[in-house]
């Protein structure tokens, strides 16, 4: 089992700035794949980035490129998200999730992760 803790969460203005953590552990996850989504009320689940733990390759969604930025640090086993001039459309629930045998091309899929932490939630006003 992996569990997945997400913590940074909060209320911002827009163009503010916000990094989320999502600290792992429990067994070997060194091939996995790390991602994080959001889910605004009443919207399906969007998946915004995702890491390979292994080589550090990124895959990020359109709306977020240039603004946020994925990184993890392998000796505290934690998954950060920078997230920069964030948009009252950002606002939603965040979820770190775990992919344990990650396939090219289905990063941006939530049925492709595996291990899934409670949530922070993010808020950006107007």
């Known amino acids: 089992q992996v569990q997945l803790v997400e913590s940074g969460g909060g209320l911002v203005q827009a163009g503010g700035s916000l990094r989320l953590s999502c600290a792992v552990s429990?067994?070997?996850?060194?091939?996995?794949?790390m991602g994080w989504f959001r889910q605004a009320p009443g919207k399906e689940r969007e998946f915004v980035v995702a890491?390979?733990?292994?080589?550090?390759?990124?895959y990020y969604a359109d709306s977020v490129k240039g603004r946020f930025t994925i990184s993890r640090d392998t000796a505290k086993n934690t998954v950060y998200l920078q997230m920069n001039s964030l948009k009252p459309e950002d606002t939603g629930v965040y979820f770190c999730?775990?992919?344990?045998?990650?396939?090219?091309?289905?990063?941006?899929?939530?049925?492709?992760?595996?291990?899934w932490g409670q949530g922070t939630q993010v808020t950006v006003s107007s």
């Open positions: 429990g067994r070997t996850f060194s091939r996995y794949r």
């Open positions: 999730a775990a992919d344990r045998s990650p396939t090219t091309g289905w990063a941006s899929f939530p049925h492709s992760y595996d291990y």
């Open positions: 890491v390979s733990w292994s080589s550090g390759s990124t």
